[in-house]
């Protein structure tokens, strides 16, 4: 049986050698999906993750709230940071296309600090809370996860252009929620 986030991060914080381990049995292949979604690439996808857990024995900030959160945000970050260095091999665009897209419907040039990103994280999140849960799951399942357009439409089975439809107008929604609470886009 699996222990607890607290317990994982209190291993974490007393560097614990079962820290690595106990995460890896509760979060592993979430880390290896979400890197692999975004990398395409199983030995880079299997580093990220492992750069996660180094990041992790690193240090943890004491202000984590969610965990599970904050450990898909660092393999999300990781991963982009190694397919970014990739890049300048060779291009793939699915990701760049996924992210822009995103991009113009929550840039906020006036988010400087990681309390206006906190801040921008709270509505967005609000906005998909109000979603309906197959709009919400797609959007999440894109631009979270970094799952293939593909891959959304065979695990909801809709089609490759639903999908796109759906995440277009959820974009749209988005970026006018954003306006009405003040959001600079």
């Known amino acids: 049986m699996s222990i607890g986030d607290k317990e994982i991060i209190a291993l974490f914080s007393s560097s614990d050698q079962r820290a690595v381990s106990e ?3 509760k979060y592993g292949d979430l880390c290896l999906s979400i ?27 004491p202000s984590v709230e ?7 945000k660092v393999t999300k970050n990781l991963a982009i940071n190694k397919y970014r260095y990739n890049l300048a091999e060779k291009r793939n665009n699915d990701l760049i296309i ?15 600090s990681e309390s206006d990103e906190n ?7 609000r906005f998909l809370r109000a979603e309906d849960t197959v709009h919400r799951n ?3 399942r894109r631009y979270w996860f970094m799952d293939s357009i593909k891959d959304i439409a065979e695990k909801y089975s809709f089609s490759e252009s639903k999908v796109k439809s759906m ?9 006018k929620f954003l306006k009405r609470e003040g959001v600079d886009i």
């Open 23 to 25: 995460f890896k049995n």
């Open 35 to 61: 890197a692999l979604n975004i990398l395409h690439n199983m030995e880079d996808a299997e580093e990220c993750t492992n750069d996660v857990y180094i990041n992790l024995w690193n240090g943890i900030p």
């Open 66 to 72: 969610n965990f599970k959160a904050y450990v898909c």
């Open 98 to 112: 996924s992210l822009s897209d995103l991009e113009e419907s929550v840039a906020d040039p006036n988010c400087q």
């Open 119 to 125: 801040e921008l994280g709270e509505k967005i999140s």
């Open 138 to 140: 797609v959007f999440v």
């Open 167 to 175: 995440l277009f107008h959820t974009r749209n929604k988005l970026k």
